[in-house]
C-alpha cells in the first residue's frame, strides 16, 4: 500500500522525469574576460542568459554546418555577415528603375531557401511568424502582420522599393506602397493564388 502511494506521488510531482544534465564549461582568459564586460556593461545580465540567447540564435538561424570561419551554411543557402554599408555601395550601381524588380527575385530566392529550410509554404499567413523570426535572427529587420497591412522596421536597406520587391517575391503577393522611409508600410492588396503544381 504505502509502495503504491509513493509511486502515485511521484508520478504527480514528475520524479520519473529525466534530471537536468549540469555542464561545465572552461573558458580561456580572454574568453571569460570578454563575458564579464558584456555582464559588468549591463549587455548581458549573466553567462547562463548568454549562453540560452546564442543557442536560441544557432536555433534560429539554423545554422548547423559551421564549415570554416566565414562559411555557414542555413539549409541551401550560405549565410554571409556582411557590413549594410557595402550592401548600400552595391545598390547606387544598379539603376533605381530596376530596384523593384531586383527586390522581386531576392524574394523568390528567399522564399525557395525558407521553404526548403523551414518545410512550409512561405504564401500561407500562418507561417509568416517563423519567417519573420527567421528574418529578424538573420538581420533583415523586424516584421510585423497587422490586418492588411506588412510593417517593416529597422529593415537593413531603407530603399522602399526593394523591400516592396522582397516581400511580394517572397510571399507571393501585390503590396501598396504607403510610407516611403522607415518604418516601411505595405498595404497587402492582393493575395495571388497558388499556381496547380
Known sequence: MQNDKRKRLEEMVG????PTKRTTIILDKEEREFVDSLIKEGKEPGIKPLISKMLDVYRSMMIYDWRFPGEYYCGISRIAFVNV?????????IPREKWHELGVKLGEALKVSMETTLGFQATQRENWESIFKRLRVQGFGDFYLKDKYL????????????WQGIL???FDVKLDVKT?????????????TLSPQ
Open 15 to 18: 520524479k520519473d522525469e529525466e
Open 85 to 93: 554599408e557595402l550592401l548600400n555601395i552595391l545598390l547606387q550601381y
Open 151 to 162: 510593417l517593416v522596421k529597422m529593415p537593413f536597406i531603407s530603399h522602399v522599393e526593394i
Open 168 to 170: 511580394e517575391g517572397l
Open 180 to 192: 516611403t522611409v522607415p518604418p516601411l508600410v505595405f498595404e497587402i492588396k492582393l493575395q495571388k
